[in-house]
């Protein structure tokens, strides 16, 4: 059967598809994302399309209403193609580009700066490139091409004892290389412990050594382009995962991988797909080649590490939660086709335990929170909340399970962090009036996590809502944007004239419940984790914040709802992304990167499901801020 052709718009974009393919996958093809929380399992009702004409197979509805299906709407996922087609994409269904955090923040800034940790670990990169001259052959001098090179390198590194290796790619390619630049040639090697390795040979030139420092989130994938011989970032680039696709989350991942054969592959696929895009983009915009990058090092969560090395991850979601590794191996880029020197080794940071990962890892390192005595608590807010507690003494960690809310998912408007999306909101407490501010300064269409933090706040300080969550209708029988629906209770944030999807875009009670249990867990496993090594509170004398979410929240705010603990807001840092940050010191020096390799050893990983500790604390945390008011002195 001949593929049938499918249009989408508004692009008027026409690819073709087979039949039977989802329209989830057909878009996909076009290179339009939807969103699709569950990976396209059609229970979270995001991935809504119009289909203007054609007749396809509709294997489900999910949760659309009878009035959205008369109108046409179906669930991407859960319709295939059968025919032609032409599909309308609304915009709040799309995943477009989101604030991927790169560079750093006006917040706050690491009392040890980047270039002072670079040297205090010593600038000594995990890969060098030298020009070198090597004297013509002769029929009295016949000594071998290997034996040539290798003399001149071990003369000119001072390498003593440390083994040279050269593998067989790039011996093949040797005798002519040398030749053809008459003896005059620029040679890159990688530059570990145990041995150097000669992973490129070409024409003399004076351009610098490059590596990758790469960060592998779970909704976004970040790449630097380091300068090796400078540690500059001469150039970064960001874009979502398109991964994302398969699931928000890594268990929904996990579980597609693993369902079929061919799906493990095909989620690995996405996200080199991905990295490369992004290198390629680098390349362009620098006028350099893939042969000009020779090292690369990747930080991500367990989950995202061993989805880009395509292992198996299916032992993650199961009891008891075993990874394949913890400590990774680095592998040549070939193994899993980078866009670099194929030769060139690709480091990925290790893991503590199944939910604490390479990221986690990556920005311990670049805190420096092990090498003091003064006590930090490092928090990453997600999906995932992962955190890290300790000094140069002792370090623990743990994860707790956030859910989707604060990457927009379970909440009716969630969406990322995308242009209009709301990320502040102010209500005035009298007149209930709201202003908003939305990314991009376009029309709202949704709220992502940090405006749902304002918001949260917001709702409290005006009594719009008590401290379990529940709205107070009574209370404001004036106001329009108080209301009662068949099925729930609404607070309207826009109008639909004032906002870009041509409906009001609200948050309701059961929004606000599900907020509530994301803080929850987050402020429980603070909590849980402080009571197990007996440490106060006022103990830490600083509370480091990663990641993206993290780096646009309101300390005042995430206070006020019980996100984070009630200490001065002097005690807290926002650094951004800490595990690109630890990636590129990892790269650049060999010191950093086995103190990495150790402090994956070194923590503790403590499980919140052993006990009852941590679901003590959960209960106690679902309120607002805290069933304990005495937590949170300023907020009475």
């Given at each position: 059967?001949?593929?049938?052709?499918?249009?989408?718009?508004?692009?008027?974009?026409?690819?073709?598809?087979?039949?039977?393919?989802?329209?989830?996958?057909?878009?996909?093809?076009?290179?339009?994302?939807?969103?699709?929380?569950?990976?396209?399992?059609?229970?979270?009702?995001?991935?809504?399309?119009?289909?203007?004409?054609?007749?396809?197979?509709?294997?489900?509805?999910?949760?659309?209403?009878?009035?959205?299906?008369?109108?046409?709407?179906?669930?991407?996922?859960?319709?295939?193609?059968?025919?032609?087609?032409?599909?309308?994409?609304?915009?709040?269904?799309?995943?477009?580009?989101?604030?991927?955090?790169?560079?750093?923040?006006?917040?706050?800034?690491?009392?040890?700066?980047?270039?002072?940790?670079?040297?205090?670990?010593?600038?000594?990169?995990?890969?060098?490139?030298?020009?070198?001259?090597?004297?013509?052959?002769?029929?009295?001098?016949?000594?071998?091409d290997l034996v040539r090179l290798n003399m001149e390198l071990r003369r000119v590194l001072k390498t003593g004892d440390k083994p040279i290796h050269i593998p067989l790619s790039v011996l093949k390619h040797l005798p002519e290389t040398l030749r053809k630049s008459n003896w005059?040639?620029?040679?890159?090697?990688?530059?570990?412990?145990?041995?150097?390795?000669?992973?490129?040979?070409?024409?003399?030139?004076?351009?610098?050594?490059?590596?990758?420092?790469?960060?592998?989130?779970?909704?976004t994938v970040v790449v630097y382009l380091i300068n090796l011989l400078t540690g500059e970032i001469n150039d970064q680039q960001g874009s979502y995962n398109k991964q994302a696709k398969f699931g928000d989350d890594v268990i929904s991942r996990i579980v597609y991988a693993v369902?079929?054969?061919?799906?493990?592959?095909e989620i690995q696929k996405e996200v080199l797909e991905t990295i490369n895009g992004l290198i390629d983009k680098i390349?362009?915009?620098?006028?350099l080649s893939n042969t000009d990058i020779c090292c690369a090092m990747v930080a991500g969560n367990t989950t995202m590490t061993q989805l880009f090395l395509g292992v198996d991850p299916r032992y993650i979601r199961l009891e008891p939660y075993i990874p394949t590794m913890t400590s990774v191996p680095s592998v040549p880029a070939r193994e899993i086709g980078l866009h670099m020197v194929q030769e060139a080794l690709v480091h990925c940071f290790p893991s503590v335990a199944s939910y604490v990962g390479g990221d986690i890892v990556a920005g311990t390192l670049v805190t420096d929170l092990a090498n003091g005595e003064d006590i930090i608590l490092f928090i990453d807010i997600g999906t995932n909340g992962e955190i890290v507690l300790g000094n140069q003494d002792w370090l623990v960690a743990c994860a707790c399970s956030a859910g989707p809310s604060f990457e927009g998912g379970g909440i009716t408007f969630g969406m990322r962090a995308m242009p209009g999306a709301i990320e502040r909101v102010i209500i005035d407490p009298q007149t209930l009036d709201v202003?908003?501010?939305?990314?991009?300064?376009?029309l709202p269409v949704g709220i992502c996590g940090s405006g749902l933090v304002d918001c949260m706040a917001k709702l409290l300080g005006a009594g719009i809502i008590d401290r379990a969550g529940n709205f107070q209708l009574g209370h404001h029988s004036g106001s329009k944007r108080l209301r009662a629906t068949s099925d729930d209770k609404e607070f309207v944030l826009a109008w639909a004239h004032q906002a870009g999807g041509n409906q009001d875009v609200v948050i309701t009670e059961n929004d606000v419940k599900n907020v509530i249990r994301a803080k929850g867990a987050i402020y429980a496993g603070i909590r849980s984790l402080l009571n197990m090594v007996a440490v106060d509170i006022e103990m830490i004398s600083r509370i480091v914040i990663a990641g993206g979410f993290g780096n646009y929240l309101n300390v005042h705010d995430s206070v006020q709802i019980g996100l984070l603990p009630d200490l001065e807001q002097e005690r807290f840092e926002f650094i951004g992304n800490s595990s690109v940050k630890g990636a590129r010191l990892a790269l650049l020096s060999q010191n950093a990167w086995r103190e990495a390799e150790e402090l994956g050893r070194k923590m503790t990983y403590v499980e919140l499901s052993v006990g009852a500790t941590f679901m003590d604390e959960y209960v106690s945390a679902l309120f607002l801020p805290h069933t304990d008011l005495a937590l949170f002195p300023s907020c009475c």
């Open positions: 059967m001949p593929p049938f052709q499918i249009k989408f718009m508004p692009e008027n974009r026409i690819i073709e598809a087979d039949n039977g393919t989802s329209l989830l996958n057909a878009a996909a093809k076009a290179e339009i994302f939807i969103k699709s929380g569950c990976g396209g399992k059609g229970t979270c009702g995001a991935c809504k399309v119009i289909v203007l004409s054609g007749n396809p197979l509709v294997t489900g509805t999910g949760n659309l209403t009878p009035e959205q299906i008369s109108k046409g709407f179906r669930l991407a996922c859960q319709t295939l193609i059968q025919g032609d087609m032409t599909i309308e994409v609304p915009l709040e269904s799309r995943l477009q580009e989101h604030q991927v955090l790169m560079g750093d923040v006006h917040k706050g800034i690491l009392r040890e700066s980047e270039h002072d940790l670079l040297e205090k670990f010593g600038h000594h990169p995990l890969a060098t490139k030298l020009r070198i001259s090597l004297s013509v052959p002769t029929l009295t001098e016949n000594t071998s005059d040639v620029s040679v890159t090697l990688t530059d570990i412990d145990t041995a150097l390795t000669v992973i490129h040979v070409e024409p003399g030139n004076d351009r610098p050594p490059f590596g990758l420092a790469i960060d592998i989130g779970t909704t369902e079929d054969k061919k799906h493990l592959q390349l362009v915009r620098q006028s202003s908003l501010k939305v990314v991009n300064n376009l």
